[in-house]
């Protein structure tokens, strides 16, 4: 019962967060900016496909069997195959070569994409150890922290470059 309460509780502070975000996007960013920061959000979207997102029911099930030593095995692994998806990005920069801010972006993108997967272990783990009321304080201070930096990145400068690093952050 506790369980569904904290997850009730975090996905309601989700949503939320999601609508101020949503709500910044609508009305303070361009078109094209939007549309280029979906270009970005897509592709390191299916890049996630080489970062071994089974790994995460693995981690799941041997930290709740007492096997913690699972969690940096996990990340390693994760970082690890993360590391293909470098060139990928580095890729599509220079195919985007004649857009500055594009290329720039993916160039971002691909220095930061290998420590993506890895993070998001840290809820898995959570979660694996019925820590519900940590996980749930966890993700929803994320959500939060997330419409704060996106809100405030949007209003100050609208820039693709520092909505991406919002969005890494």
Known sequence: AKASFYSGIQQSIGIISGLVISYFFGHFVPKNIYGDYNLILS????????????????????????????FLRS????????????PILLGFAFYYSGNILLSTCFIISAVIFPFLAPAQLYAEFLTAKQ???????FISSSSILSAIL?????????????????YFL
Do not use: H, N
């Open 43 to 70: 592709i390191i979207g299916i890049l996630t496909l080489v970062t071994l997102p089974g790994i995460d029911s693995y981690l799941t099930r041997s930290i709740a069997q007492e096997f913690d030593s699972s």
């Open 75 to 86: 990340i390693r692994i994760k970082f690890l195959f993360s590391l293909i998806g470098v």
């Open 131 to 137: 820590k519900f009321k940590k996980l749930a304080l």
């Open 150 to 166: 996106f809100s405030l990145t949007i209003l100050i400068s609208g820039s693709l470059t520092l909505i991406l690093f919002a």
